[in-house]
């Protein structure tokens, strides 16, 4: 009885230390599921993005090329003022090309939080330029039916957001809202997560709707109507090249 007591405690300070550990591991390997939902080894998709404002509404048709977490090819299908209009991120560096003034311009890293396209997503956030797991420390907290990750910049991360909040539902392990949050502890905007679909044998939110919490009345949807995973994709699709071709 003495040596089973023994043992059992000698388990028990050795496994008391590795609880934080483990919760890190299991919160990493979930913010790396949700950071390549929508991109997978590679990925092709349809999407609309509808920017809504008290004033004016206006609706893009967008064609999207993704390898990994590092190339990112994205066009304008529609309307037609717009067409043609293309965003290239090939590993860090990231080019707009216009065709109404046939001309390229470089995005510098300060640039990468400006709008897209008017919108209220960033440049960053349509070309993923920055991944969650590599760039911030997560904290895994368990709630009665979902999960919630905050996440904070890791030391070496430039980024605008102080803090960034992500709510999983627990079963599916889909997101449902991210927060964003300055150095005041302000909420800057939200984006939430709808309409779970299956894509390509893959289930995840159809639509993403962000809401800037300064500017009543304005929000930008995103609704993925056609995306297929795991294609292969050349590697000319990720080229000055191609993002000048006429389209």
Do not use: H
């Amino acid at each position: 009885m003495r040596n089973y007591t023994y043992l059992m405690l000698v388990m028990l300070f050795i496994f008391i230390p590795c609880m934080p550990v483990l919760a890190e591991i299991e919160a990493i390997a979930l913010l790396k599921k949700i950071d390549e939902l929508y991109r997978a080894k590679s990925s092709v998709s349809i999407i609309k993005m509808s920017i809504i404002t008290p004033n004016w509404q206006r609706t893009l048709k967008i064609q999207s090329w993704t390898i990994g977490m590092d190339d990112t090819f994205i066009r304008i299908l529609a309307p037609k003022k717009d067409r043609g209009v293309a965003t290239l991120k090939k590993g860090s560096e990231m080019w707009n090309y216009f065709p109404k003034i046939n001309k390229v311009i470089k995005v510098p890293p300060s640039m990468m939080m400006g709008s897209w396209m008017g919108s209220d997503f960033t440049n960053d956030d349509l070309v993923r330029e920055v991944s969650l797991v590599k760039e911030y420390n997560v904290e895994k907290k368990e709630l009665e039916n979902k999960i919630q990750l905050i996440l904070i910049p890791k030391e070496k991360t430039v980024t605008v957001w102080a803090r960034i909040e992500l709510v999983v539902e627990k079963n599916s392990l889909l997101p449902l809202e991210q927060s964003y949050f300055n150095e005041k502890g302000d909420k800057v905007r939200s984006l939430s997560f709808s309409n779970v679909r299956e894509f390509s044998g893959r289930r995840l939110p159809a639509i993403m709707t962000m809401v800037p919490q300064n500017k009543p009345g304005r929000k930008t949807v995103i609704e993925y109507l056609e995306m297929t995973f795991n294609e292969n994709i050349k590697q000319e699709v990720f080229t000055l090249r191609n993002l000048k071709k006429r389209y």
